[in-house]
C-alpha cells in the first residue's frame, strides 16, 4: 500500500515568491492534515480536512497560506507572498476516522521550504 | 503554553545503554501516541495507549500512560544506533468515536553512538 506523497521534497524561493505544495494521502483515509515542522520541534497543526471540508483552520495564517481539498482526496497548501519566516518542514498526514480509532496518523515525508 | 512537555530535549548515549523519555501535561488526553522521526522523513506511528496505566512493550521499546492519562514515558533496553531520532509524543481528545487534533509535544531528539 502506497504512503502518504508530498511533492516536491525541496524547494528554494525567494521572499514574496508565490509557492504550492501537493500531498496525496493513503487511499480511503478521508482525514487530511497540513502541519508546519520547525527545525527540532514538533509538528503544528494548520489545517485539518475531513473529506472535502476544512473542520479546523484556526491556525492558518490566512493573510497568505491557503488550502483546498476540492474533491476530498489530494490537497494543495499555497503561501503567496512567502516570507523568510516560513521556512521550515511542511508535512501532510491522512488518518481513517473510524469508531474505535484514536486518530493515528500517517506522515509523508514533508516539503523543505527555504526562503531566501 | 505548552501542553505536552517532552524531557529531555536532547539525550546522547552509547550503545547498550538504557534510556526513558517523559511526556507530561497538566491535562487529560483520551489517547497518547509516541512517534519517530528520522532526518528528512515525517513521522512514523510506534504506539497508541489509550488506557490509564496501560503498558504496551514493542521489542526494547516499553512504552507507558499515567494512571491520570496525563502523562507518559517511553523506555528502551540495550539502545542500538538505530534508534536515532526525534521521538515526538502526541495526545489525543477525541471521545467516543469523535476524533479531534492531536496537540504535539517539541520532542526529544535522541543520538546512539556505536
Known amino acids: 500500500e502506497a504512503g502518504v506523497v508530498q511533492s516536491p521534497r525541496y524547494k528554494i524561493i525567494e521572499k514574496k515568491q508565490p509557492v504550492a505544495f501537493w500531498c496525496n494521502p493513503i487511499s480511503g483515509h478521508n482525514t487530511l492534515y497540513w502541519y508546519l515542522q520547525n527545525l527540532g520541534q514538533g509538528p503544528e497543526l494548520l489545517i485539518r480536512y475531513e473529506n472535502e471540508e476544512a473542520v479546523d483552520d484556526s491556525q492558518l495564517p490566512k493573510d497568505r497560506f491557503s488550502a483546498e481539498r476540492l474533491k476530498g482526496v489530494d490537497s494543495t497548501l499555497k503561501i503567496q507572498p512567502a516570507e523568510l519566516g516560513d521556512s521550515a518542514v511542511y508535512l501532510c498526514?491522512?488518518?481513517?476516522?473510524?469508531?474505535?480509532?484514536?486518530?493515528?496518523?500517517?506522515f509523508g515525508p514533508g516539503t523543505r521550504l527555504t526562503v531566501l | 503554553t505548552q501542553l505536552l512537555k517532552q524531557s529531555p530535549q536532547f539525550l546522547s548515549i552509547q550503545e547498550g545503554e538504557n534510556l526513558t523519555v517523559y511526556c507530561n501535561s497538566s491535562?487529560?488526553?483520551?489517547?497518547l501516541q509516541w512517534y519517530r522521526q528520522e532526518p528528512g522523513e515525517g513521522p512514523v506511528l510506534l504506539v497508541t495507549?489509550?488506557?490509564?496505566?496501560e503498558v504496551k512493550k514493542l521489542k526494547r521499546l516499553t512504552f507507558q500512560f499515567g494512571d491520570a492519562r496525563k502523562d507518559s514515558s517511553l523506555h528502551i533496553t540495550a539502545a542500538q544506533p538505530g534508534d536515532t531520532g526525534l521521538y515526538l509524543c502526541?495526545?489525543?481528545?477525541?471521545?467516543?468515536?469523535?476524533?479531534?487534533?492531536?496537540?504535539f509535544g517539541k520532542g526529544t531528539k535522541l543520538s546512539v553512538k556505536p
Open positions: 495507549v489509550v488506557t490509564g496505566g
Open positions: 491535562s487529560v488526553f483520551s489517547s
Open positions: 502526541a495526545g489525543g481528545r477525541g471521545w467516543g468515536g469523535s476524533q479531534g487534533n492531536l496537540i
Open positions: 498526514a491522512s488518518s481513517l476516522r473510524a469508531t474505535g480509532s484514536y486518530n493515528e496518523q500517517f
